[in-house]
């Protein structure tokens, strides 16, 4: 092979990989815009949780059997909403090893999954608070 056809083969697959490390990148902010999307929404709904506890809690005293029933369902619905966070978790971490095997800019991934995880601990110290009103 001559050194012209073998640096028009490597320009090629450098062309190919630039053009899939493109594509990547805008899958990747596709990605960041839908999680950051799903991560407002967990946020919401875990302030909205608390303060829908706190209220609770402030509210005429219920019968121990009825305040530990509904205890338990807010426990029930804390730990699908953390089970919801790892999920996205994980999947963040998927896409910043995969942006990061292609060379591709992470910052942006990363930022959103300090928030994923910021927002799990918030969920987690929810879920703490329900415990404690369960007694343990």
């Known amino acids: 092979m001559t050194p012209q056809l073998s640096a028009l083969r490597d320009a090629s697959r450098a062309l190919v990989d630039s053009r899939e490390c493109a594509v990547f990148r805008e899958i990747a902010r596709a990605d960041a815009a839908a999680l950051a999307v799903v991560d ?3 946020l919401a709904l875990s302030r909205a ?3 829908k506890s706190r ?12 305040r530990k029933q509904l205890e338990l369902a807010h426990l029930r619905q804390a730990d699908a909403h953390i089970a919801g966070a790892n999920r996205h978790i994980e999947r ?3 896409i910043i ?3 990061a095997s292609y060379g591709a800019p992470t910052a942006m991934a990363e930022r959103l999954l300090d928030a994923l995880l910021t927002t799990r ?5 929810h879920r703490g608070m329900i415990h404690q009103q369960l007694g343990g």
């Open 40 to 42: 407002d929404r967990l």
């Open 49 to 51: 949780a608390l303060a």
């Open 55 to 66: 209220s609770r809690l402030r509210a005429a005293p219920l019968a121990a059997k009825d």
């Open 92 to 94: 963040q971490r998927e």
């Open 97 to 99: 090893a995969h942006l």
């Open 121 to 125: 601990a918030a969920m987690e110290s």
